[in-house]
């Protein structure tokens, strides 16, 4: 009797989105149409997504990186990088540098262009994350805020 319950149960949280794989398919249809809105109001101002986080760790950094020390804070591949790295540098927004200490190693350096564009797309996204989290009052913000956070943390 109790097996008939638990598969109920089961079958009911499936139909109402929750079960096996529901929670992070639901995560990655959110993640998703956030991205997409931001990558579509970012092209307003010539960026992107991963774009405006390479600009971003630059700026964090205060001083120009290596390529795979942006990666890693970016959180993409090292071929990746070069290739973003690339477009940065064809639109003025970083500029390739030799290292210093490194003759092998070349830096991505933000240059002034970089900046504004930069402080152009973080208006933009507090824009569109205004939108999108609209629908949150204050106290559901900020138990979202503390979940991510404490995903984040491990």
């Known amino acids: 009797m109790n097996e008939v319950r638990a598969g109920a149960s089961r079958r009911r949280r499936a139909r109402q989105g929750r079960g096996p794989g529901k929670l992070a398919e639901r995560f990655f249809r959110v993640a998703g149409r956030l991205h997409g809105a931001l990558d579509a109001a970012l092209g307003e101002v010539g960026l992107s997504v991963p774009t405006l986080l390479a600009l971003k760790h630059l700026i964090e950094a205060e001083k120009a990186l290596p390529l795979g020390q942006l990666a890693a804070r970016t959180e993409c591949g090292k071929s990746h990088m070069t290739q973003l ?11 390739r ?7 092998r190693s070349v830096l991505a350096a933000l240059t002034d262009e970089g900046r504004r564009r930069y402080v ?3 208006q933009v996204v507090g824009r569109v994350e205004e939108e999108f989290f609209g629908r949150l ?8 805020h503390a979940c991510l956070d404490r ?4």
Do not use: C, N
């Open 120 to 122: 152009s797309g973080i």
């Open 137 to 144: 009052g204050r106290r559901d913000r900020a138990g979202f």
């Open 85 to 95: 790295v690339d477009r940065l540098e064809t639109e003025g927004l970083v500029a």
């Open 151 to 154: 995903l984040l943390e491990g």
């Open 97 to 103: 540098i030799a290292d210093p200490d490194d003759r």
